[in-house]
């Protein structure tokens, strides 16, 4: 790839970036001429394979050049992680995506699965951890939802550096969240032992996921996903969905008792997190459901969003829900979610070919109801005065993920780079930008 970190890190505020005649809502239910106007443009074709790292074809790009290339590389990722899986949980390549089928990267390690009570060493890959003791007989779900956060502690906010809260969905109940790793990474968290406390003091020095890649190991991915229960209101065709056992954990919060259902859930918002040999900053895509909420600025023109009610007055945009919090609550007020830095033009356009696309493939595909946000990455990935590699865009939040802390405020509102460069095990040593660590016993 063409060198990019000589880019002068200039209008590093890329929501000011602009294509003309790009229509401003996602493109999610076109017509046949529309598809074929879109699948028109020069996209590489749907494929199984994650790309290694991006592709600069230009001479001397850009900085929005670049930010489209990484874009680029976010979509290729998205098909790929969200290919069908075939029995063993690798992609089927004899299939196509489209369909709503179990994915590869739901077949990875949950974060409950690595980070087990009193520093234990988590089972090989591909055997899977039992879920909590009050999940038994409920039957099996694809994936077991234990946290009903980002984070681990939501509830507590004493717990958590920013505003945080809950999610509420249109229909009064809670979002639901997991966070999976793919397999180089799960293998580097078991070779050195970081697992556990007593792991992390051996080891002691920084954690570091940085590895040779090959078609067949494509280095360290995690991936933060986040779900609504489907009910009143919504059309389940137009999600991915899964079956899922839906876990309250009671350590969460004082009076929360522990539950578990197996629910339809559907997926609202996805981050791609993938540690490539350009970006040891780590490349952050994050896309969300087309119908989750409207953008700072815009008329709300959809018949139903996830998370807004066009009709409410007196709402207050990215606010907490009430206290108390407590995910077997039935009918709590719904949070009342608005994006507040819009998609670029740019970003966009891209949608809308992937969607067509993604349509052309199969006319009923679910993902073509997803769009990416945007995706930050470090222009300068090997500055020696800033290790978060100057991130661009600077802020970055998914509706869903980050729901409270969206903005432009420097070291409040959500930029996953700065945030991230914090990170540190349980020894204070440095955790090459996750937070997951933390959650070793």
């Not at 505020?13 to 699948?39: F, N, T, Y």
């Not at 790292?53 to 990722?77: A, C, E, G, H």
């Not at 137009?238 to 350590?251: D, E, G, M, Q, S």
């Not at 207050?316 to 608005?338: H, S």
Request: aromatic share 8%.
């Amino acid at each position: 790839m063409a060198a990019f970190a000589a880019v002068a890190p200039l209008a590093l505020a890329l929501g000011g970036c602009a294509d003309g005649g790009v229509k401003s809502e996602p493109h999610d239910r076109l017509s046949g001429a529309d598809i074929r106007a879109h699948a028109d443009a020069s996209l590489p074709p749907l494929s199984w394979q994650i790309p290694l790292d991006v592709n600069v074809p230009q001479t001397k790009p850009s900085l929005q050049d670049l930010q489209d290339d990484f874009d680029l590389l976010s979509w290729q990722t998205f098909v790929a992680v969200n290919w069908p899986a075939d029995a063993n949980g690798n992609p089927n390549t004899g299939a196509t995506i489209g369909a709503n089928l179990p994915t590869v990267w739901e077949n990875w390690k949950e974060s409950r699965e690595i980070f087990l009570p009193g520093g234990a060493a988590p089972l090989p890959w591909g055997q899977d951890t039992p879920p909590p003791a009050v999940c038994a007989g409920l039957g099996d779900g694809t994936l077991n939802l234990t946290q009903v956060g980002k984070t681990p502690d939501v509830l507590d906010e004493s717990a958590e550096p920013f505003e945080t809260g809950p999610l509420i969905d249109q229909n009064g109940q809670y979002v639901r969240f997991a966070i999976m790793t793919n397999q180089d990474m799960f293998d580097r968290i078991v070779r050195d032992r970081l697992y556990s406390k007593a792991g992390q003091a051996a080891f002691n020095k920084p954690a570091d996921f940085a590895q040779p890649q090959t078609n067949a190991h494509v280095g360290a991915i995690m991936i933060k996903s986040s779900w609504k229960v489907m009910g009143a209101n919504d059309d389940a065709s137009r999600f991915h969905t899964i079956k899922a056992l839906v876990y309250t954990n009671p350590n969460e919060h004082e009076g929360v008792s522990a539950a578990c259902k197996l629910q339809t859930v559907g997926l609202v918002g996805l981050h791609i997190v993938h540690k490539t040999g350009s970006a040891p900053q780590w490349v952050w895509s994050t896309f969300e459901h087309v119908d989750n909420a409207p953008s700072k600025g815009d008329t709300p023109s959809k018949p139903h969003y996830n998370f807004y009610d066009k009709t409410c007055t007196t709402c207050l945009p990215n606010q907490p829900p009430p206290r108390p919090w407590n995910p077997n609550a039935t009918g709590t007020q719904p949070t009342q979610v608005v994006r507040d830095i819009p998609l670029t033009d740019s970003t966009k356009k891209l949608n809308a070919q992937y969607q067509a696309l993604l349509r052309s493939a199969n006319a009923n595909s679910v993902w073509a109801n997803y769009e990416l946000i945007s995706t930050q990455w470090p222009t300068k990935p090997k500055n020696p005065i800033d290790p978060t590699g100057t991130p661009a865009p600077t802020f970055l939040a998914n509706a869903t993920l980050e729901t409270y802390i969206q903005g432009k405020v420097p070291r409040v509102s959500s930029s996953c780079m700065d945030c991230h460069n914090d990170a540190t095990m349980n020894n204070g040593l440095a955790a090459d930008f996750t937070y997951l660590l933390q959650r070793a016993q």
